[in-house]
């Protein structure tokens, strides 16, 4: 057996890989109720059969992957790989970046595991693109070789956050006043949902109670119009932002939408201006309206991703 692993900000899945390739045993854990990555992993192995005792693993952590060190911004945990694989007992440990696992699962996506969104046609051997709103937003890229594929990962969410209407600038003002810097990730994440809220009120000239990100959609579902209008303003942020994307590394073979967030809100995605406003680029609509677009459905695919890592 193997063990992989996608720790995100808020929420990490775990599971067993046999040496079928079979994804088994899959559990999802709350972060919050653990102190770090070592503790959550022991949780989770602690309640397999000694016989299932994994001496590979592979991990993927929401966190820039630059050396021994890691270190996940969004939720304050750091280890050290070396030190992990050994209380681990493993042979083997292989540390990635979650968009990269998530990149890596993207040529194995049947038709019932995403959704798509527009037209546009894939073509083949050329880079597909993932980007996902989640705690943080994650950004990679999938990118064909001569005997194969290879993810590039980077912090794309990081970029600064492009406005195309004089609203959206005005809103990213009011951001970039409060945080100094407007990045993509600032507004497509589950606290820039409610910071995109937030700024709206504050232009509506309205005072904002605390609130979280399940609620500004639930709002946004029951009919409230200045949910309604955060919403809108997001999935139009994001396909802007990912046209972006889709032009700086040429994914004629597909942009595919990941994360916590996007999946939740489907239909709302789907007659959003998230495809208008991807394709929108001037002279370059042609070659982006080329490009399809999916919501990716399947709960567990930087998994898949890490099991295509260890050759299963």
Not at 229 to 238: D, E, G, I, Q, R
């Amino acid at each position: 057996m193997d063990l992989i692993a996608d720790i995100g900000a808020t929420n990490s899945r775990c599971a067993l890989l046999d040496d079928k390739g079979r994804i088994l045993s899959a559990e999802v854990f709350q972060n919050e109720l653990f102190s770090g990555v070592e503790a959550l992993l022991h949780a989770y192995l602690d309640h397999r059969r000694a016989s299932d005792r994994p001496r590979r693993a592979a991990l993927a952590v929401a966190a820039p992957i630059l050396g021994d060190d890691v270190d996940m911004v969004n939720i304050g945990w750091r280890f050290s790989q070396a030190r992990l694989k050994e209380s681990l007992g493993l042979h083997r440990l292989t540390v990635v970046n979650d968009f990269a696992a998530l990149a890596w699962a993207l040529p194995g996506l049947d038709l019932e595991d995403r959704m798509q969104i527009g037209s546009g046609a894939p073509m083949t051997r050329m880079p597909l693109a993932a980007i996902g709103p989640g705690t943080g937003l994650g950004v990679a890229c999938l990118a064909p070789t001569m005997d194969g594929w290879t993810a590039l990962s980077g912090e794309g969410g990081h970029v600064t956050l492009a406005a195309a209407t004089s609203e959206e600038a005005t809103v990213i003002e009011v951001i970039r006043d409060e945080t100094g810097h407007c990045s993509a990730e600032r507004v497509l994440s589950g606290p820039g949902i409610v910071r995109l809220y937030i700024a709206l009120a504050k232009l509506a000239g309205r005072d904002v109670v605390e609130i979280k990100p399940a609620d500004v959609t639930a709002l946004a579902q029951r009919g409230e119009p200045l949910a309604g209008k955060t919403l809108a303003m997001f999935f139009s942020l994001l396909g802007t932002t990912a046209g972006n994307l889709a032009l700086t590394v040429g994914a004629r073979g597909g942009v595919f939408i990941g994360g916590g967030i996007v999946p939740r809100v489907l239909d709302a995605c789907a007659k959003s201006g998230f495809r208008d406003r991807f394709t929108a680029k001037g002279r370059y609509r042609d070659y982006l309206e080329g490009i399809p677009t999916y919501v990716i459905t399947d709960p567990l695919p930087a998994l898949r991703g890490l099991r295509t890592l260890l050759g299963r």
